[in-house]
C-alpha cells in the first residue's frame, strides 16, 4: 500500500479514544487495577496456533509478546488482586481483513470469578462501549457450544467419534480431512456451518470441548461429559473475546505445556520452550480466577459498522 495517509479516519480516531476512555472508566468504577507489563520478553508460548514474533536483543533471542497473560498470573500469583492490560499485542503471520500483526488487546482477571460471573461482565463492558447515548443496548445471547452444534449440525459434539467429525469435515472442505484431528475438524465445522449462523448483537459460547481447554479448567457438563471452562464472544457474528476460568492445577499445567510442544514438533513449527519463570509463579500459587481476553479493534469495528481493520487503525502494517 503506497500511501502516507493514516487508514482511520478522524471519525474513527475519536471514537477509538471515546471507546478508551470508556474503558477506563468502566474499571475504575470496579476497582480493578490497570497494570503496564512488558511488550518484549525472554520467553514465548507453546500454543501451535500462534506463533510469536522473535527479536534479538544483543546477542539474545526474545519475544514480542502474543498477550500479556503470563505477565498479569504472575502478578496475581504475587497478590495484586482483580487486574486489567490495556495495550499492543503482536501475533506472526496474522494480516488480514480482521487481523493486523501489531493490535489492541484489553485483558482482565478477576478473582474468585467463575467463568459466568466474568461472561456478565464482559457483555455490560460491551454495551458500554458500543451502544451510544440514548440508544438500546445489544441483546446478549447465551448458548452452549453443545446446543450449537445441535442445533445446526444434528450431533453433539462432546459425544461425536472421530469419524463422524471426519466426515462432516470432508463435506465442508475436502478429502485431506480425513486424517485430520479432533480439534481441527471441530475448528473447521464451527468456522463454517455455525459462526455464520450466529444471531446479531452480543452472542456467548461457553462450555468448548475439553480438547480445546487451552488453559482453562475441565468440568462436566450435564450429560457428565467433560467440557472446558472456556468461552468465546462474538458481536454480529465477529469474534471479539475469549475467556476462561483459568487452570491452577500446577502438573496439569506442565502437561499441556508439553503436549503443545509435540505438537509443534509434528507441525514442523520452530520450538518454544515453557516460560519456567511463569512456572515458578504457579508454584507459589495462582488464585482461583476468571480471565478473558477482548481484542478492542474488532470491538471498535463493530462499533463503526467497519469490516477492514485497517480502518480502524491509524496505521496497519501495510500502511507502515
Known amino acids: ?47 501451535v496456533n500462534i506463533d ?6 544483543d546477542t539474545a533471542k526474545g ?11 504472575r502478578l496475581l500469583a504475587d497478590g495484586s488482586g482483580d487486574i486489567y492490560y490495556l495495550g499492543k499485542a503482536f501475533r506472526d503471520g496474522e494480516i488480514g481483513t480482521r487481523h493486523n500483526p501489531e493490535f489492541t488487546m484489553l485483558e482482565w482477571y478477576r478473582c474468585n470469578w467463575d467463568d459466568h460471573q466474568l461472561m456478565t461482565e464482559v457483555a455490560d463492558l460491551l454495551n458500554i462501549l458500543i451502544t451510544e447515548e440514548h440508544c438500546s443496548p ?16 444434528g450431533f ?4 461425536a467419534d472421530i469419524d463422524q467429525l471426519r466426515s462432516a469435515a470432508v463435506e465442508l472442505g475436502s478429502s485431506s480431512w480425513s486424517d ?12 463454517l456451518q455455525i459462526e455464520p449462523k450466529l444471531p446479531s448483537g452480543i452472542v456467548i459460547i461457553h462450555d468448548y470441548p475439553e480438547c480445546q481447554c487451552a488453559l482453562s479448567k475441565i468440568s462436566k457438563n450435564h450429560k457428565g461429559q467433560p467440557i472446558s471452562r472456556r468461552f468465546e464472544v462474538f458481536i454480529d457474528g465477529l469474534e471479539v473475546a475469549n475467556g476462561y476460568l483459568e487452570l491452577t492445577n500446577i502438573d496439569e499445567q506442565v502437561k499441556r505445556f508439553e503436549d503443545d510442544i509435540q505438537h509443534r514438533i509434528q507441525s514442523g513449527k520452530s520450538l518454544r520452550a515453557i516460560d519456567q519463570k511463569f512456572i515458578d509463579a504457579l508454584h507459589s500459587g495462582l488464585p482461583s480466577c476468571a480471565g478473558v481476553a477482548v481484542g478492542l479493534d474488532r470491538v471498535l469495528m463493530r ?13 496497519s502494517w501495510h500502511r507502515t
Request: with cysteine.
Open 138 to 153: 445489544m441483546a446478549v445471547t447465551k448458548m452452549s457450544y453443545g446446543q450449537c452444534f445441535m442445533d445446526q449440525m
Open 303 to 315: 462499533a463503526l459498522d467497519i469490516t477492514e481493520i485497517d480502518q480502524v487503525l491509524a496505521f
Open 1 to 47: 500500500m503506497n500511501t502516507w495517509q493514516p487508514g482511520a479516519s478522524r471519525q474513527a480516531l475519536l471514537r477509538r479514544a471515546c471507546l478508551l476512555n470508556r474503558l477506563r472508566g468502566f474499571f475504575a468504577e470496579r476497582s480493578v487495577l490497570e497494570v503496564d507489563v512488558p511488550l518484549l520478553g525472554k520467553s514465548s508460548i507453546t500454543d
Open 52 to 57: 510469536s514474533i522473535a527479536v534479538t536483543i
Open 63 to 73: 519475544y514480542l509478546q502474543t498477550s500479556p497473560e503470563y505477565f498479569m498470573k
Open 180 to 191: 485430520e484431528s479432533r480439534t481441527n475438524c471441530l475448528d473447521l465445522i464451527f468456522s
Open 156 to 159: 453433539d459434539p462432546h459425544g
